[in-house]
């Protein structure tokens, strides 16, 4: 059974920088695609940015396109969230969700896996 694990949120102001790690146990890290999705209260969880098995495929919502960055680290078996130039509409529960797949997908229904989440509180 896999296991996914958030860390790293917290509370910061507008215009700062934030990283979110995703630690993957139970199952070959590499056999899934990893992705963030992020829930707002009273929205539903959508795509945040995900990442295919080796790292050379990456997808972005329009809305972080060119402030978050998505990474992994095989080797470390996690994957992480890089946030800059916060503003207080990212604020939300960040959560992990891994796919058992090669190719990164942005839909949510697809994900066999995800984690608690982690509370990402961005003031203005």
């Known amino acids: 059974q896999v296991q996914l694990v958030e860390s790293g949120g917290g509370l910061v102001q507008a215009g700062d920088s934030l990283t979110l790690a995703c630690t993957f146990s139970?199952?070959?890290?590499?056999?899934?695609?990893m992705s963030w999705f992020r829930q707002a209260p009273g929205e539903e969880r959508k795509f945040v940015a995900g990442i295919n098995w080796n790292g050379d495929t990456t997808l972005y919502a329009d809305s972080v396109k060119g402030r978050f960055t998505i990474s992994r680290d095989n080797a470390k078996n996690t994957a992480y969230l890089g946030m800059s130039s916060l503003n207080p509409e990212d604020t939300a529960v960040y959560y992990c969700?891994?796919?058992?797949?090669?190719?990164?997908?942005?839909?949510?229904?697809?994900?066999?896996?995800w984690g608690q989440g982690t509370q990402v509180t961005v003031s203005s």
């Open positions: 969700e891994a796919l058992f797949s090669i190719v990164v997908v942005r839909g949510e229904d697809d994900y066999d896996y």
């Open positions: 139970g199952r070959s890290f590499v056999s899934y695609a």
